[in-house]
């Protein structure tokens, strides 16, 4: 199911599935410092794209937390893939709102820098990592829009949710804020 974000924000997509499988060009995977594989949507990309995308990471040597970094996508349909670290949930008073953002920001700069004319991006932060789903939303929705915004090259930012409750979630702050 794919729910479009009505009004000026029309190129933002809300679906439902498996990031690994979406025809974008690029997809952000939610990174530890470490670009290492990991679990959750992390683990799930590493294991889509082969043992190619771990030996690229590899060799970036790492990332701080609110950055991203850009590799390729090897064996999934997106060309690229960009690693943004993102932040822990400590009950957000250690800065977590703006490191989020700051991952969504770089993470739609580096793909769009590159040439990438759709991303899509899961609800980062929000599955291991902790951080409160609705809170993670606004932020994810607001970035989205400036991204738009500031590269208008970009066609479609598409926001992948895993489950049915977090599809309803977005769906529902998205309406909020129209």
């Not at 799930?44 to 990332?63: K, V």
């Not at 500031?150 to 926001?159: A, D, F, G, K, S």
């Amino acid at each position: 199911m794919i729910c479009a974000v009505s009004g000026p924000a029309s190129r933002i997509q809300i679906v439902e599935g498996d990031i690994t499988r979406l025809e974008v060009d690029a997809i952000v995977n939610a990174a530890n410092e470490g670009l290492l594989p990991g679990g959750g949507v992390c683990g799930a990309i590493h294991a889509a794209a082969g043992p190619g995308l771990a030996r690229e990471c590899a060799a970036i040597g790492g990332c701080p937390t609110g950055d991203a970094r850009l590799t390729g996508g090897h064996r999934l349909p997106a060309r690229w893939v960009v690693h943004a670290v993102v932040p822990v949930w400590r009950g957000g008073g250690e800065g977590e709102d703006a490191a989020l953002a700051s991952c969504y920001r770089r993470a739609i700069d580096l793909a769009a820098l590159a040439g990438a004319r759709s991303i899509a991006c899961p609800a980062i932060s929000t599955g291991i990592y902790g951080f409160p789903l609705e809170r993670a939303t606004r932020i994810a929705l607001a970035e989205a829009r400036s991204g738009l915004a500031r590269h208008p090259t970009l066609e479609r930012i598409v926001l992948c949710c895993f489950s049915a409750r977090d599809r309803a979630t977005y769906e529902r702050v998205a309406a909020e804020e129209a």
